[in-house]
């Protein structure tokens, strides 16, 4: 019985990581869809998200004797500090983009973050951009259009339609903070742990929200019953997605976690038509097909590479 289980083990260890990614973005869609539920600020709920985050990261950090001053050595202390406040402004984005749109056409558009990272990272970090990210960035980008629908490219008028592309062009600007996001963490590498830039983000993302609604809006407490709990579930689920896509990334190579990870978008779509009963447009369906290929063609040729790199080697 026991050689058995050992075996089962073994066998399944190879799709762990998959196994994980696929977890990891099915718990970010659910939290996207409970951002929608919530009838609360955007910026108050992420703040919750992170009140949450901390609390239940705080333990783990204890447990593993962490050293969060590792974070505050230079020059990582700058790229650290970025990614917390890249990250807090890509969370804000899209929050914002979830309560006021399709999830699933947010999520086209938030995901089409790893052809503008290739972008960036070829401008400020020199790294190479090859034919194939030319190709499939602009195939991305062509889905980003057709799920956002600029009024001066479609012709198409009217206060919903230009509502529509404002929330696109804010969950837009989460896509390029969440390539800068990345691009802080490149620079960063192994030298800070994991759970330390975590850390820091939830600190910057709990604080300033806060002082951004404070000095915007009059603060009002969440009601009673359904909402609060959303709120604890909101920032519950996103720590066990964390937790998942660290494990995946552990276990399976980046290439491959990013090509899962395009599930984020076939989940955001199931959750908006199962709970909200809003089914997606033909050009929204095009355009995240779009989105998803440029992607998964991007991580094909990294998983591609590698393996080239690797049998050179040998």
């Known amino acids: 019985m026991a050689s058995s289980t050992v075996n089962l083990q073994v066998k399944l260890r190879p799709y762990l990581g998959i196994s994980y990614a696929l977890l990891a973005s099915f718990l970010f869609s659910m939290m ?3 951002v929608k539920l919530v009838a609360y600020d955007f910026f108050l709920i992420l703040s919750i998200r992170c009140c949450v985050q901390l609390l239940l990261l705080q333990p783990i950090m204890i447990w593993q004797r962490k050293d969060i001053l590792k974070g505050c050595q230079r020059p990582q202390v700058y790229f650290v500090f970025g990614r917390a406040i890249t990250g807090t402004t890509a969370a804000c ?10 999830i699933g056409d947010a999520s086209a558009i938030l995901f089409s973050s790893p052809l503008i990272t290739g972008i960036l990272a070829s401008v400020l970090l020199k790294e ?11 195939v991305s980008f062509t889905g980003v259009v057709l799920v956002a629908r600029p009024p001066f490219i479609f012709g198409i008028h009217g206060d919903e339609s230009q509502f ?3 929330v696109a062009s804010v969950a837009f600007m989460g896509t390029l903070s969440i390539s800068l996001v990345i691009l802080n963490i490149r ?5 800070v742990d994991k759970y330390v830039i975590t850390y820091y ?13 404070s000095s915007t809006a009059v603060y009002r407490l969440p009601p009673c019953g359904s909402t609060r709990w959303l709120l604890i579930l909101i920032g519950v689920l996103g720590f066990l ?13 980046a290439s491959l976690i990013a090509i899962v990870g395009t599930t984020d978008v076939i989940f955001g779509y199931i959750l908006e038509i199962i709970i909200f009963r809003s089914v997606p447009t033909f050009l929204s369906i095009i355009g995240s097909i779009l989105v998803i290929a440029g992607s998964s063609a991007l991580g094909i040729k990294k998983w591609y590479d590698i393996k080239s790199e690797i049998n050179r080697q040998i």
């Open 32 to 34: 996207s869809a409970c």
């Open 93 to 102: 984005c899209s929050f914002y983009a979830y309560q006021n749109m399709n």
């Open 128 to 138: 190479k951009f090859t034919f194939i990210n030319f190709v499939a960035t602009i």
């Open 164 to 166: 529509h592309f404002a």
């Open 187 to 191: 620079k960063i590498g192994n030298r």
């Open 201 to 213: 983000f939830s600190i910057i993302s709990f604080i300033v929200p806060l002082i951004i609604f």
């Open 241 to 253: 997605g964390q937790i998942a896509f660290t494990k995946a990334t552990q276990l399976e190579k």
